[in-house]
Antibody, heavy 125, light 107 residues
Framework: EVQLLESGGGLVQPGQSLRLSCVASGFTFSSDTMNWVRQVPGKGLEWVSAIIGSAIVGSPAETFYADSVKGRFTVSRDNARNTLWLQMKSLRVEDTALYYC?????????????WGQGTLVTVSP | EIVLTQSPATLSLSPGESATLSCRANQSVVIYLAWFQQKPGQAPRLLIYDASNRATGIPDRFSGSGSGTDFTLTISSLEPEDFAVYYCQQRKHWPLTFGGGTKVEIK
């Protein structure tokens, strides 16, 4: 059974940093693209970032970002620990949202077939 | 980036009725469009991928159609558990993008 468990959310002030984690199980994590998607409570979904899966040990994984977070957020992964991270810096009030990690189905990049339950990030003065 | 526009924003229907939801892209996404269902307090659930393929475990009252820029999600006979918000999403180009959603509510 595929499971994705996010953690690391919390309340921070504007300008501060936070690191989110997503621990995966039930599939070959290293092969699959992993994504972060966020949702302001009561609003729609916004894709944030992705990191491409690779079966080649030691090769850097390609990453993608939404313009709204480019230069402030960094996505990374540890395939040995089945863990995905999102390092968020220079946080803004508008980054307040529930952050989901989602798997891109094997062989695709953006077919988001499994989602975690999310971790809430609140950025407030 | 590819912009997805969903219509209508809200659909008020009774159980047993049919629902037709639209998603329009501002450029071709070929068939690389998915539909998700989201209920309050829950993560989105994949319903349809690549325009017309039902995801695992999705009832056959859900069907998708379309290609290029115009796509439709049809729910043939609404069950009480189908009242939710539905989103479309494209994966043809980075960045991935979502439509604004259609809320299907009980009339």
């Amino acid at each position: 059974e595929v499971q994705l468990l996010e953690s690391g959310g919390g309340l921070v002030q504007p300008g501060q940093s936070l690191r989110l984690s997503c621990v995966a199980s039930g599939f070959t994590f290293s092969s699959d693209t992993m994504n972060w998607v966020r949702q302001v409570p009561g609003k729609g979904l916004e894709w944030v970032s992705a990191i491409i899966g690779s079966a080649i040990v030691g090769s850097p994984a390609e990453t993608f970002y939404a313009d709204s977070v480019k230069g402030r957020f960094t996505v990374s992964r540890d395939n040995a620990r089945n863990t995905l991270w999102l390092q968020m810096k220079s946080l803004r009030v508008e980054d307040t949202a529930l952050y989901y990690c989602a798997r891109g189905r094997t062989g695709t990049n953006g077919l988001l077939d499994y989602w975690g339950q999310g971790t809430l990030v609140t950025v407030s003065p | 980036e590819i912009v997805l526009t969903q219509s209508p924003a809200t659909l008020s229907l009774s159980p047993g009725e049919s629902a037709t939801l639209s998603c329009r892209a501002n450029q071709s996404v070929v068939i690389y469009l998915a539909w998700f269902q989201q209920k309050p307090g829950q993560a989105p659930r994949l319903l349809i991928y690549d325009a017309s393929n039902r995801a695992t475990g999705i009832p056959d009252r859900f069907s998708g159609s379309g290609s290029g820029t115009d796509f439709t999600l049809t729910i043939s006979s609404l069950e009480p558990e189908d009242f939710a918000v539905y989103y479309c999403q494209q994966r043809k180009h980075w960045p991935l993008t979502f439509g604004g959603g259609t809320k299907v509510e009980i009339k």
